[in-house]
């Protein structure tokens, strides 16, 4: 950063509706409660850092037929629109942006099903989500919150997973968020992705998105998209890899936007008490809900 760049403050969290959020995206909830979708849009909805940019990419790749250029026309935060962000962090808020976008929109969120604009239900837009197993979201989120100075403080390692387990960072409860989705996939037509699968077979997890999105692409663009949407490959696509993005807000020197992708990479984080720990909790918040999270490949 250089000596003239202002700091920017980090976010405050405020409860709304029981959920915490950042206060920025909380004082325009209502205005985003209110946005009326297209039937054509397409939702992507995820608790932070479970991979929603890397399904916005496979996404929009996928309306493109895989080619190359109209991928790499403008970063991915303008491809797709990401609609509760405020503009606090962004030249345009969500809502801003979503008014100068034609449908069929690609619209990333990371509200909790209760939270999601009904109009995305009434006008039974496509909606995908994916889930990532808490331990590597958590891991995930604690670096992203170095390297996102408007983020809240994320305090040592130790108290920011206390803070994940007892529903205290930001979008609230990662266990209410993957198991409010899960309970209502079939009622509302949800694809539900995990992380872990899309790495362990990307190409069978991009043919359920196109399939699912109700598209037919050739075995070789199909090909393509899978290669394009690889992590070396985002990591090093200036369209994907946020640096793009205003270096005072997402400083990257401290930890890159594309940081690890990896399944498993919490055995490098959690101590064998906190893993116990954890996963005695996990084990009481998530045992009726049965979802078939992998922690390892
Ligand atoms: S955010 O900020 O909430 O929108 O983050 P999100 O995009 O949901 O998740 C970020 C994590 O996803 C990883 N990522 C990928 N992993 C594998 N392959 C691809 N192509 C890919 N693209 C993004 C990204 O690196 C973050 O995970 P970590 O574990 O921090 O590396």
Redesign the pocket.
Known sequence: MSENQTVMPRALLVPVKGILLPDHIAKDLDAVSAFCPHPSDILIA?F???????TAEIVDQLLHNGDVESCRRAPITVRTAFLEASNRLRTKSGLHQLKEMAPPRVI?T?LPIQMVPVGFWEKKCKTIYVARNAK?TV??FY??HHMNLASPEPGPWESFVHKFMHGELAWGYWHDHVKGFWEEQEKRDILYLF?ED??ENPRREVERIMKYLDLSLSDDDIGHIVEL???KN?KENPMTNFSFFPPEIYNQSISK??????VG?WKNHFTPEQSAAFDEDYEKKMKQANIPFKTEL
């Open positions: 995820a932070p850092k479970s991979g929603s940019t890397w990333k990371h590597d891991v995930s670096h992203f992380y899309m790495k949407t690889t992590f985002m936007f594309m940081r690890k992708g990896e990479d």
